[in-house]
C-alpha cells in the first residue's frame, strides 16, 4: 500500500495576507526555476499569483493543491515540503515578491 505523502499546514505572514485580501488573489503557484550552464546547474523556488482562469490551466498539468487559509497553493510535483510552510511578501523597489520557508526544489 502506497503512504499519503504529508500535508504540510500554511501559515500566511499578516502582510501577505493583507495584500492577497486587498488585491483579490486566491491562489499561489509555486515551480521550479532551473538555469543551466557549463559550470554549474541550478534550481530555485520561483512563485507568482495566480488567477481563476491561470490555476484552472496549471491544475491540469498535475500539480499538487495545497489549501490555505486564503486560497490555493499549487505546487509543481517532485518540490520537497516540511511540515508547516510560511507563506510571506516582500517589497523590492514596488514590486512584489511572494517568499517561502519550507518548500524547496531538492534537498541532499
Same mark, same amino acid.
Given at each position: ?34 538555469? @543551466?550552464? @557549463?559550470? !554549474?546547474?541550478?534550481?530555485? !523556488? ?16 498535475? @500539480? ?10 499549487? !505546487? ?8 508547516? !510552510? ?23
Amino acid at each position: 500500500m502506497q503512504s499519503q505523502p504529508n500535508i504540510p499546514r500554511i501559515a500566511y505572514t499578516p502582510k501577505l495576507a493583507t495584500y492577497m485580501r486587498k488585491k483579490g488573489f486566491r491562489h499561489i503557484a509555486i515551480e521550479h526555476a532551473s538555469a @543551466c550552464g @557549463c559550470c !554549474v546547474d541550478l534550481s530555485e !523556488v520561483a512563485t507568482r499569483f495566480l488567477d481563476d482562469a491561470a490555476a484552472d490551466k496549471l491544475r491540469t498539468k498535475g @500539480c499538487v493543491e495545497l489549501h490555505g487559509e486564503l486560497g490555493s497553493i499549487l !505546487v509543481a510535483r517532485g518540490m520537497e515540503y516540511d511540515d508547516t !510552510v510560511e507563506l510571506g511578501l516582500r517589497s523590492f523597489f514596488g514590486a512584489k515578491d511572494i517568499t517561502v520557508r519550507g518548500i524547496r526544489s531538492w534537498s541532499l
